[in-house]
């Protein structure tokens, strides 16, 4: 993942997954002395004390930062885990070598800063964040944006329709519940289906219909669900509320992430959401 995007923290973690991978030959050359050629199948949930790591799913989500913070992390578990298991053998051997590991897990951060240092410039630092944040964009924030505006403002008119037409809170909340979970599966599927990103490199397909789907739903819920209020008045008066959050949500995304300014942010969402909205208190008042 990070090889493509950001050779130079790439290069870091190749540096250091070689002195990783002298260690496991230490350990067989041990392990084979001691017990033979044969290595049974061992997982890291059999060995007690073994220290716990993220999954890797958990992890590729996070920026460069918090992916080389982790990686120094996991080098102190492993020396606490080394010193832990040296302590509890008898064998000097055995011993020996959980204690030269654990003193070499101590200074991977100092390898890790001398590979930075060789690898890892103040330019190429900043382009590896340029490219980090512009695919965080693309990946979450794009998909995300476009289903918040889909689901706050072309709910407004089914919503707005059957609240004036029937003045039922009841049923104006289900049909803003059914047009809002609609809505959502249909643009998360719309967003997944259209580009797997590997042409346009946006991401994962998966990432983004998420983000699209969920946004969708919520835009669509935040007006739905103040008609769980009984009085009809009180809950549209809520409502009216909800959605000049939601517009002005929008236009602060558009501005923070997309660099649209904020006065044209606001106006654009404020005038869709407008017709949208005239339009459904005219079919429900017809």
């Not at 230490?26 to 716990?52: K, N, Q, T």
């Not at 519940?177 to 599927?189: C, D, H, K, Q, T």
């Not at 997944?192 to 739903?217: E, H, N, P």
Request: charged share 20%; hydrophobic share 50%; aromatic share 8%.
């Amino acid at each position: 993942m990070l090889r493509a995007g950001y050779p130079a923290t790439a290069a870091i973690f190749d540096g250091m997954a070689s002195e990783e991978d002298h260690h496991r030959r230490r350990l067989i050359d041990l392990h084979v002395a001691r017990f033979g050629d044969v290595i049974p199948l061992i997982r890291r949930e059999h060995v007690s004390g073994f220290y716990a790591r993220r999954p890797v799913w958990l992890v590729e989500n996070l920026g460069l930062d918090r992916i080389r913070d982790e990686a120094a992390q996991m080098e102190r578990d492993a020396e606490r885990f080394y010193r832990a298991a040296a302590a509890q053998t008898s064998d000097a051997a055995t011993r020996k070598l959980l204690g030269d590991l654990a003193a070499a897990e101590a200074g991977h951060a100092q390898s890790a800063d001398h590979l930075a240092d060789e690898n890892l410039s103040d330019d190429a630092k900043s382009s590896e964040e340029s490219a980090a944040h512009r695919q965080f964009i693309l990946t979450w924030v794009q998909p995300g944006l476009a289903g918040l505006m889909d689901g706050s403002v072309s709910t407004l008119a089914p919503i707005f329709a059957t609240a004036f037409a029937t003045q039922d809170t009841w049923t104006t909340f289900l049909v803003g519940l059914a047009a809002s979970v609609g809505a959502g599966i249909s643009m998360g599927f719309t967003e997944a289906a259209s580009d797997d990103g590997q042409i346009s490199g946006r991401g994962s397909l998966i990432k983004r219909g998420i983000a699209a789907g969920v946004m969708t739903t919520l835009g669509g819920l935040g007006h739905a669900l103040p008609y769980l209020i009984v009085d009809f008045w009180t809950a549209t008066a809520v409502a009216l509320v909800v959605v000049f959050v939601e517009l002005w949500a929008i236009a602060w995304i558009q501005n923070r992430y997309m660099q649209t300014p904020f006065l044209r942010a606001a106006f654009q969402v404020v005038v869709g959401g407008a017709l949208v909205f005239a339009a459904g208190v005219i079919i429900g008042s017809g």
